[in-house]
């Protein structure tokens, strides 16, 4: 009978020559094969391209604790990926020094990278997408109009390698995953010429049901189970819960609602904004039962406190429906298997769907939608940048945050209406890399709420005691008053 089932990790890579691709999925530590990139690291195989969703370093542990795709850094010539570290961590300044030494990075999206493997996998020729136009992942492709409307030709992507991260599996290499570590994981499988799974538990033929089966053992190679000291053990990722729980800037990111300060009062303002669960609280406003609503970090996290009855929550790693989010009072209760795509655990719910990246995307960019993001800077024109301040492009992350202003059913902007030094956000063009054009519908800020339309920006409502005229000077593009132009009211 087929068995593929390997003694061990080391064994499993041992083959892996230079210059091989590898595909590695990793949210965090969720979804993460961690022992079989630290088996590599010690293969010490060079002059990899690595594709992965997330190269963000755990920098409070050690590889010998937590070994994610960047332990595989001196060992790269070519990355893929859509986020290079965290933003408010200084971004992909980490990986500058090998980029001067010859690292090539690739950026592209959340939702292009699932396309783009997918098409690999199928032995498609590449797809066309209307993600990126006008932004940094335009240059240097291929654009074609299709009915009326502009898109970018992205290439296949195949793997030498995929490296992943189930939950049980057969000798036959029938694969079951767990919560949310889905993500692109069965993509991977399917684009690479040779699969790698280390899982939880291997059970005899037939033990798994049919109907559960995600991954069938057509597109898997080689079986690895983790040993009882292995990374990513149950025993192990509770404890990492713990750790970070301890530690008050992970608290604060994982745990703690955001803190937020406001917009820089100009000189002689007297006059008090709205604190931003205000505006929050308003943006929760345009909902209605039975929307789908993917909410970005922040502001509009938010929302989710004030958001009615009925209104059902996207993740785009693979989850819809989801509960609330952990808190500090319950840390004990954070599950690895449960994270949203921000990095935030979340408690299962009735009624949850739990699936891949490329379903979730199907979701994001079919018009399904409403999406509630923040912003550096939104134009006349309803233009969005809000992932990158300039400089180089390894001075932002791109996520998934451009798929999801492409294709939003509504897209609503929460955010200050001034930067801390008083510059206004609103402006007549983007001086920050764009992340769509002509995405926006709604902006909310601390002094107004504004609709976007294709005569201009219209002014709808003011905060308490604030005028028209005042928000028009602290904007830097045009507003018409609306003609029944009223205070904001929650």
């Known amino acids: ?27 965090g530590v969720a979804a993460t094969p961690q022992n079989l990139i630290y088996a590599l690291k010690k293969n010490g195989a060079r002059d990899l391209t690595c594709v992965t969703h997330n190269f963000v370093p755990l920098l409070i542990f050690s590889d010998e604790e937590a070994t994610m795709p960047t332990a595989l850094l001196p060992q790269l010539k070519r990355l ?17 020094e090998y980029v001067e030494k010859g690292l090539e990075v690739e950026l592209t999206s959340h939702g292009i990278l699932a396309s783009r493997l997918y098409a690999g996998a199928a032995g498609l020729g590449g797809v066309y997408s209307p ?14 109009v299709i009915r009326d409307r502009e898109y970018l030709f992205e290439q296949p992507i195949t793997l030498d390698y995929a490296f992943i991260r189930g939950h049980r599996a057969d000798r036959l290499g029938n694969l079951v995953y767990e919560g949310t570590y889905r993500a692109d994981q069965p993509l991977m499988a399917m684009a690479a010429k040779v699969t790698i799974a280390e899982v939880d538990e291997i059970v005899e033929v037939g033990d798994i049901d049919p109907e559960h089966v995600v ?3 057509i597109f898997v190679d080689r079986i690895v189970q983790i040993p009882g000291d292995g990374l990513g ?28 300060e406001k917009g820089a009062e100009t000189a002689g303002e007297t006059k008090p904004r709205l604190e931003m669960d205000v505006v ?9 039962e039975g929307d789908y609503a993917n909410l970005g970090y922040g502001i509009p996290n938010l929302c989710a406190m004030y958001i009615p009855e009925g209104v059902i929550f996207q993740s785009e790693n ?3 429906g989801y509960g609330p989010l952990i808190t500090e009072e319950e840390i004990d209760k954070a599950d690895w298997h449960y994270l949203a795509a921000g990095g935030r655990f979340f408690k299962p719910a009735p009624g949850m769907a739990l699936f891949d990246v490329m379903t979730s995307f199907n979701m994001i960019r079919g018009g399904r939608m409403v999406s509630i993001m923040g912003a550096l800077e939104v134009s006349e024109k309803g233009d969005l940048a809000n992932w990158n301040t300039g400089g180089d492009a390894l001075g932002g992350t791109i996520g998934g945050g451009m798929d999801l202003a492409v294709g939003a059913k509504t897209m609503i902007i929460t955010m200050a209406h001034t930067t801390r030094q008083g510059k206004p956000k609103i402006v007549k063009e983007c001086s920050y890399p764009l992340t769509a054009r002509e995405c926006v519908d709604l902006i909310i800020t601390d002094l107004a709420v504004i609709e976007v339309t294709p005569g201009g920006l219209v002014l ?31």
């Open 1 to 27: 009978m087929i068995n593929k089932i390997y003694p061990g990790f080391d064994e499993a890579v041992a083959d892996i020559p230079d210059g091989a691709s590898i595909g590695a999925e990793s949210w």
């Open 80 to 96: 893929i990926t859509p986020v290079v570290g965290v933003q408010r961590m200084g971004a992909g300044e980490f990986v500058k």
């Open 131 to 144: 993600v990126g136009i006008g932004t940094v992942l335009a240059e240097g492709k291929e654009k074609r």
């Open 215 to 217: 991954t069938p053992g």
């Open 233 to 260: 053990t149950p025993a192990k990722l509770k404890a990492m819960v713990s750790l970070l729980g301890s530690i008050d800037i992970a608290r604060k990111m994982l745990f703690r609602e955001p803190e937020f």
């Open 280 to 288: 929050a609280m308003r943006a929760a406003k345009e909902l209605r």
């Open 318 to 320: 693979g989850a819809l």
């Open 460 to 490: 709808r409502e003011v905060a308490p005691g604030w005028t028209a005229e005042e928000v028009q000077g602290l904007t830097g593009a045009r507003l018409t008053p609306a003609p029944d132009l009223k205070e904001i009211e929650l």
